[in-house]
């Protein structure tokens, strides 16, 4: 099975991933939520991820989801991923992308997960108002305009 570690900014990610749960199912292995705080020094923040990474890290894969592109937790973890076989960092994490996760990792390979993971997370994303007044408008397109 494909593991994955959440590491963000504050409790954020364990709320996505109890949020997550709620959702899909609880995930009963291979899912650490890692928190980054202010007082926490780079080093503790460090150990812990990569205590993690050598728990979590599997022949089928691990993800790491961090919250903010050149933020502290994605810093950490590039570093420690860098030379490690089927391990990736996706940063940006959202509850949509751990949703098409935990629904999705036993059944696709790690490339077609994280493939899946990354359309998944850019699909959610829209602006809904848009997308409603879309499709509640009129279809003007086959009729002749006015003169």
Do not use: W
């Amino acid at each position: 099975m494909i593991n994955f570690i959440i590491i963000t900014h504050g409790e954020f990610g364990a709320y996505l991933v109890e949020a997550a749960e709620g959702i899909v199912g609880a995930q009963a292995e291979g899912v650490r939520a890692v928190t980054v705080r202010s007082r926490q020094s780079l080093q503790e923040i460090r150990g812990q991820l990569e205590s993690h990474i050598h728990e979590l890290q599997s022949p089928q894969g691990l993800i790491i989801f961090t919250d903010i592109v050149g933020g502290t937790a994605n810093n950490i973890a590039l570093p420690l991923v860098v030379n490690l076989s089927k391990t990736t960092v996706i940063s940006g994490v959202n509850l949509y992308m751990l949703i098409s996760a935990f629904s999705h990792r036993q059944s696709f390979s790690f490339d077609d997960l994280t493939q899946k993971v990354l359309e998944d997370s850019k699909k959610s994303i829209q602006d809904t108002k848009k997308l409603l007044l879309a499709k509640s408008a009129p279809d003007n397109s086959s009729k002749a305009e006015a003169p």
